[in-house]
């Protein structure tokens, strides 16, 4: 791994679903929000950084790609990946417009609900199927909790000034532990 791959961010991009057939081909569901750009933010890596996949070609199937890869992989080896997400560096995503973000840049953003000390410090995005949720992390809490990534619940998200505002932080962390009792 090089100086670059260990200082580099990773984004989960993708999940490889296996062999297509048995001509070197593999499966390859995109998560991204136009599918097709995918295959436009080069070589697809493991989370540690190694290159899983380099598409040569990808041409769509009933619920993933189908992607002839550069890399020569026995159909069992492809198979033996099923389920690995396909990573790309940050650096080569593009920009986020001005009102827009990456989960990932959210992660380790501290929180502010009024004044200019934080008072938390985002630990994760997470989704269990109701919404995007923002995992928050309070020193000295007993938990993590989770606040709803919503305009209502977490109005300012200040990207340039590296800043996020959740005016109602303690009632969710009150309501978290109302709930455990």
């Known amino acids: ?9 990773l984004i989960p991009m993708g999940v490889l679903k ?3 057939g048995v001509r070197g081909e593999v499966r390859v569901k995109s998560f991204t929000a136009d599918p097709d750009a995918l295959f436009t933010y080069g070589p697809l890596m493991d989370e540690a950084g190694k290159v899983l996949l380099t598409p040569i070609t990808a041409r769509p199937g009933k619920d993933h790609f189908i992607v002839r890869p550069k890399e020569n992989l026995q159909k069992e080896d492809w198979d033996a990946l099923r389920g690995c997400l396909l990573h790309a560096s ?3 995503l593009p920009e986020a417009d001005e009102d827009e973000f990456y989960f990932e840049d959210l992660i380790g953003m501290p929180v502010y609900t009024v004044g200019e000390e934080p008072e938390a410090r985002v630990r994760a995005v997470q989704n269990f199927g109701s919404g995007d949720l923002l995992e928050i992390e309070i020193p000295g809490a007993p938990a993590t909790i989770y606040v709803p990534l919503t305009r209502a619940d977490v109005p300012v998200i200040d990207m340039a ?13 009150n309501q978290d532990e109302d709930d455990a009792s």
């Open 161 to 173: 000034a590296h800043r996020i505002v959740i005016p109602e932080l303690s009632l969710w962390a």
């Open 90 to 92: 940050r650096d080569q």
């Open 1 to 9: 791994m090089s100086a670059d791959t260990k200082t580099q961010r």
């Open 18 to 20: 296996g062999a297509h």
